[in-house]
């Protein structure tokens, strides 16, 4: 038993305030937890621009009691699909398509909203920002895990590692694993007005780079880019400037885009990924998720998605705190060859997206136009196994207790983006 004989709650210390931290935080709450989340930042400012949530995101957010209020965000309407730097169409994605095959539509919001949603189910001073923390003990069956902070040390029952691709309760851990590597290319990420011409959301794929272009519910647009670079590069001026070198004679509405941006707007970061899988997903009475555990390239956009998942699928084995030594492995056993697995298909979607001779890219794209000839169903066949999947044990939607994720539809919604 984890509890003490007062029948106290357990008790779950979160390192990390980002979406995978907080979702966990969210979830144990839930399950009647003690939970304090330490942020290192002094505020919850998100890094990155938005995030596209698929619906085996919807549904893990479902079991929380948050799913329908992401839903009621989401912006795509029509068709969408993958483009060339001159404007032509690889593809076409049917919206109609995607809902029906996955079960519900992409959402795409920025990341600020969808932590603000999260720390509203919350209860107050659960999360402490300004507050670095780093393992003292892993802790095992017969003593709690312990956590040091500037305040003093903190025991707990279960200790969640959500502290991200650099971790440091992952190296703690598992001090001889290699961590994330280089996965050759660097992203650009901003939020910007809508333009002036309508435009069909698209992502677009040239030589060693692409673009996306994504519409959010409030009006804006999000943006995206990858290409093909050095690490550790800078734009010798700033990061706009460099955007309208590398993509200012793509096709519409890209240049105007870029002009919508401000000189300190564009969001820079190098793509990392965790080429080789950890021994294991927890030790003691830690478990890691998210980028800690199975850093990703964002080719697939699942690299938020996976951490909520992560998280829902934790708080489920982590149960309410009665064993919760003799539960997580079998969380390392569900997540991580679900995870690996995905993070070695976004690894092969990325050599293809950033192709860079011009004979490989024109049989790409060759490819691709024949593939999609054979109609949308096809390439969405690659989502299969990743945007159907179910949480496991209850879940909880619109206030209401169900054993099965919702099935409502919104007609026209749909399609499957790549940002992260």
Known sequence: MDRSPSHRPPRAVVVGGGIGGLTAAVALHRRGWDVTVLERAEALAPVGAGIGLAPNAQRALDVIGLGDRVRELAAWQGDGGLRDPAGRWLNRTSSAATARRFGGPLVLLHRATLVGILTGGLPAG???????????????????????????????????????????????LFPGHPGPRYSGFTTWRVVVPVPARPFTPHETWGRGALWGTQPLKDGRVYAYAAAVTPAGGHAPDDERAELLRRFGDWHEPVPEVIAAAGPGDVLRHDVHHMAEPLPAYHHGRVALLGDAAHAMQPTLGQGGNQAIEDAIVLAHHAGRGDDVVGGLPAYTGERLPRTMGIVRQATRTGRMAMLSGA?????????????????????????????DWRPPGRTYAAGAERTTAPRRRQ??????????
């Open 411 to 420: 007609a026209g919604q749909g399609g499957l983006g790549r940002s992260r």
């Open 126 to 172: 659960a999360v402490r920002t300004g507050a670095p923390a780093a393992l003292a003990d892993a802790g095992d069956a017969r003593r709690p895990a312990v956590v040091t902070t500037p305040d003093g040390d903190v025991e707990a029952d279960l200790v969640v590692a959500a502290d991200g691709i650099g971790s440091a309760v992952r190296r703690v």
């Open 359 to 387: 004979g490989a890219v024109a049989v790409r794209d060759t490819l691709i136009r024949g593939v999609s000839r054979l109609g949308p169903g096809i390439v969405l066949r690659g989502f299969d196994g990743i945007a």
